[in-house]
Antibody, heavy 119, light 111 residues
Framework: QITLKESGPTLVKPTQTLTLTCTFS??????????VGWIRQPPGKALEWLAL???????RYSPPLQSRLAVTKDTSKNQVVLTMTNMDPVDTATYSC???????????WGQGTLVTVSS | QSALTQPRSVSGSPGQSVTISCTGT?????????VSWYQQHPGKAPKLMIY???ERPSGVPDRFSGSKSGNTASLTISGLQAEDEADYYC???????????FGGGTKLTVL
């Protein structure tokens, strides 16, 4: 059974860097074809894809946010880490990690973690 | 503003059918057969309902079906049930630069 869970701060100040960890089980990020993505959702708003990391350490980023994002993996710990620099109140959202399925869809999601950006 | 356009809301009575549209461009919906649909109940994580335009993951009722014509994909829910009331989001793979795009979401109300 595949599960994912996000962890990190619930409150960050403007200009700070956000670091979120996705800890997963039920699959390995060393298996060919596997990927883990990050998606966020501002309160009451739509989903927005942020980043994805593949089993071979390939990384993809949302073009508008690319300069602020970085994603890394620790295969031995079954973890993926997302960092986002220069946080702004508009970045207030629930941040979720998800398992990339065949067919370029996300078939398993974490519960998400609400991050508020405020001074 | 989301990359894919969905109606903000749709509604239907129990037992009826509803269709939710998702309009993109030839760079996403029209260019790839990688449209997916997600159901999200309040306070819950999204659940994959359809992938590859019309494929259902195991466990998803066959009341849910997907299709695509040109740059517009559609999700049809037949035999509406109260538990179908939720937000629905479409998504599409959009190539090696943009990668993934989502729609703005559609609130389904079961009357």
């Amino acid at each position: 059974q595949i599960t994912l869970k996000e962890s990190g701060p619930t409150l960050v100040k403007p200009t700070q860097t956000l670091t979120l960890t996705c800890t997963f089980s039920g699959f390995s990020l060393s298996t060919s074809g596997v990927g883990v993505g990050w998606i966020r959702q501002p309160p009451g708003k739509a989903l927005e894809w942020l980043a994805l990391i593949y089993w071979n350490d390939g990384k993809r980023y949302s073009p508008p946010l690319q300069s602020r994002l970085a994603v890394t993996k620790d295969t031995s710990k079954n973890q993926v880490v997302l960092t986002m620099t220069n946080m702004d109140p508009v970045d207030t959202a629930t941040y979720s990690c998800a398992h990339l399925s065949i067919g370029w869809s996300f078939d398993y999601w974490g519960q998400g973690t609400l991050v508020t950006v405020s001074s | 503003q989301s990359a894919l356009t969905q109606p903000r809301s749709v509604s239907g009575s129990p037992g009826q059918s509803v269709t939710i549209s998702c309009t993109g461009t030839s760079s996403d919906v029209g260019g790839y057969n990688y449209v997916s649909w997600y159901q999200q109940h309040p306070g819950k994580a999204p659940k994959l309902m359809i992938y590859d335009v019309s494929e259902r993951p195991s466990g998803v009722p066959d009341r849910f079906s997907g299709s695509k014509s040109g740059n517009t994909a559609s999700l049809t829910i037949s035999g509406l049930q109260a538990e179908d009331e939720a937000d629905y989001y479409c998504s599409s793979y959009a190539g090696t630069y943009t990668h993934w795009v989502f729609g703005g979401g559609t609130k389904l109300t079961v009357l």
